[in-house]
């Protein structure tokens, strides 16, 4: 008979934990949109600009002074696809480029070569200008 009370009490306990859930799912929650309010959107950039990996924002501004309209749509639609959840990689400088380069943007890049010269790095075009001094 202990087992029998035992169980009636469990049931019980069982039920009003039901009851309390379904009286608390009935409730009006709070309106989330507070919670939004306070949160400042962001501008397609700055969305973007939270996916840029190594160099990209280099190849970025880059773009952005020699094609300002057209990197600004490009942008656009990239921050867009972030968004919505369908980009959700991080962008590095090569695959930055090579986005703009598919869409008709030919960004130029300053690119620079350093070689090893006594130990130190120096740029090509120091040694080849060392070189040349060296011939004289």
Same mark, same amino acid.
């Given at each position: 008979?202990? /087992?029998?009370? /035992?169980?009636? @009490?469990?049931? %019980?306990? @069982?039920? %009003?934990?039901? &009851?309390?859930?379904?009286?608390?799912?009935?409730? $009006?929650? $709070? *309106? $989330?949109? *507070?919670?939004?309010?306070?949160?400042?959107?962001?501008?397609?950039?700055? +969305?973007? %600009?939270?996916?840029?990996?190594? @160099?990209?924002? /280099? =190849?970025?501004? #880059? %773009?952005?002074?020699?094609?300002? #309209? *057209?990197?600004?749509?490009? +942008?656009?639609?990239?921050?867009?696809? +972030?968004?919505?959840?369908?980009?959700? /990689?991080?962008?590095?400088?090569?695959?930055?480029?090579?986005?703009?380069?598919?869409?008709?943007? #030919?960004? @130029?890049?300053?690119?620079? +070569? #350093? =070689?090893?010269?006594?130990?130190?790095?120096?740029?090509?075009?120091?040694?080849?200008?060392?070189?040349?001094? *060296?011939? &004289?």
């Amino acid at each position: 008979m202990s /087992e029998d009370s /035992e169980l009636e @009490r469990l049931k %019980a306990k @069982r039920l %009003a934990e039901m &009851q309390k859930n379904i009286s608390t799912q009935n409730q $009006p929650k $709070p *309106e $989330p949109t *507070e919670q939004k309010q306070e949160k400042p959107t962001l501008t397609p950039r700055e +969305i973007v %600009a939270t996916k840029l990996g190594f @160099r990209a924002d /280099e =190849v970025l501004q #880059n %773009a952005e002074a020699q094609f300002p #309209n *057209e990197t600004k749509a490009v +942008i656009g639609q990239l921050a867009q696809l +972030i968004s919505t959840g369908e980009f959700d /990689e991080t962008i590095d400088g090569g695959q930055l480029l090579s986005l703009f380069r598919t869409v008709g943007l #030919n960004v @130029r890049m300053n690119t620079k +070569i #350093n =070689v090893e010269q006594d130990g130190k790095f120096v740029s090509l075009s120091e040694k080849l200008h060392n070189k040349k001094s *060296e011939e &004289q």
